[in-house]
């Protein structure tokens, strides 16, 4: 297991956060919720009628989960009543109807879908952090809280991250061995703002969750300026723009751009190209211009580069969800958990 790894389930440890896990139908999860709560990552609630998981998972020890169930759960009523009212105005796209006709109806989609109840609980203040996505689709694991739990204060931009850990604890690019690559999943192309907003939440992500203090590197083909593309995308002034967006938003951030990947880490170059930049040649987070650019990117290090890449981790939320990927091992879902329970702290 990686520090950086480590590190995050010994922080979480001592946080005792309350993660919700809806899938109670996979065995992934319930084995992972049972593995977390004895090394007590977290105080995990997995959704599911308790006869069915103990009878799909027999050797499951599940001492210290909280398994709730939500049909007969008191207070399914009250979930179901706070989505009405939060989606109150809302049409369904396919339908052209309300999303949700009265809390009846309300009541019947979250006892169709887990993963709104969750997001729910959080909403309602009875669990901290939610993790799904082990059988089922990312966009119908982060829609519920694109719809109820919504952005953080001063962020209108749910994104994700990769913590990208280096092979041999680092190298001359990188002495900590630990970098952040955005948005390599979720943002398809992103707007000036919205890359304002990852490259904010990306540095918070670079502090809570991959222990390193963010130096922040905006990129482009192009370095202040060399190059432009005003006649196909325009991502150069996009770059350019988002870079003035993120420095007023957060004018203690350290944060420059744009620039190409080689000014943003070799010393050597940045110099050249962007004296006097205080990110030049010694970036530690990476913010692509769109997500062609970061999942390329990310996989270009990890395959070729030997990366070990901790993510996608959701950024931005009000309180945090986090996607597991549908082949998921149950180790993968234990250190998200672990990582999604430092969100909430
Ligand atoms: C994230 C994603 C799932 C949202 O899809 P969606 O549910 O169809 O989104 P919609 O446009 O219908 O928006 C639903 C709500 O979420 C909000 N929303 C959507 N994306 C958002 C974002 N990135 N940040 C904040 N809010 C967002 C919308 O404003 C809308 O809010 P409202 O209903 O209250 O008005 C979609 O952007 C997506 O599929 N991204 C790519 C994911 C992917 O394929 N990844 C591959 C991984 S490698």
Do not use: W
Not at 55 to 65: E, H, R, S, Y
Not at 196 to 218: F, H, L, N, Q, Y
Not at 311 to 324: E, M, R, T
């Amino acid at each position: 297991m990686s520090q950086v790894l480590q590190n995050i389930k010994k922080q979480a440890s001592l946080l005792s956060k309350r993660i919700v896990l809806p899938e109670g139908e996979d065995k992934r999860v319930v084995a992972a919720a049972a593995q977390a709560a004895k090394e007590k990552l977290a105080s995990v609630i997995l959704l599911g009628s308790i006869a069915e998981i103990e009878k799909n998972n027999p050797d499951a020890d599940l001492t210290g989960v909280t398994v709730i169930d939500p049909v007969t759960n008191d207070k399914t009523d009250e979930y179901a009543a706070i989505l009405f009212e939060a989606r109150k105005g809302k049409i369904n796209k396919k339908t052209g109807l309300p999303e949700y006709a009265d809390i009846a109806a309300a009541k019947a989609g979250i006892l169709k879908d887990y993963t709104m109840y969750a997001a729910l609980m959080l909403k309602a203040g009875d669990a901290d952090g939610l993790v799904s996505g082990a059988c089922h689709s990312t966009a119908n694991t982060l829609r519920p809280g694109l719809q109820v739990i919504k952005t953080a204060p001063g962020i209108k931009t749910v994104s994700s991250s990769f913590v990208m850990i280096a092979p041999d604890c680092g190298n001359k690019y990188l002495p900590d061995g630990v970098a952040v690559f955005a948005d390599c999943a979720i943002n398809i192309e992103p707007d000036a703002q919205q890359i304002a907003d990852i490259a904010i939440s990306s540095a918070e992500t670079a502090k809570t969750i991959a222990g390193i203090e963010p130096r922040v590197a905006m990129l482009s083909f192009s370095t202040k300026g060399s190059g432009n593309d005003d006649k196909y995308f325009k991502s150069v002034p996009k770059m350019q723009e988002a870079t003035r967006l993120a420095k007023e938003a957060a004018p203690d951030l350290i944060l420059d751009g744009e620039f190409q990947f080689d000014a943003a880490v070799a010393p050597e170059v940045g110099k050249l190209k962007a004296p006097g930049s205080t990110v030049a040649g010694n970036a530690n987070v990476f913010i692509f211009p769109n997500i062609n650019a970061g999942n390329i990117g990310y996989k270009i290090a990890q395959r070729f580069g030997g990366f070990l890449a901790l993510g996608p981790i959701c950024q931005g939320f009000a309180k945090p969800i986090n996607d597991l990927s549908r082949g998921c091992s149950t180790e993968d879902v234990i250190a998200v958990i672990a990582i999604t329970a430092l969100q909430a702290k």
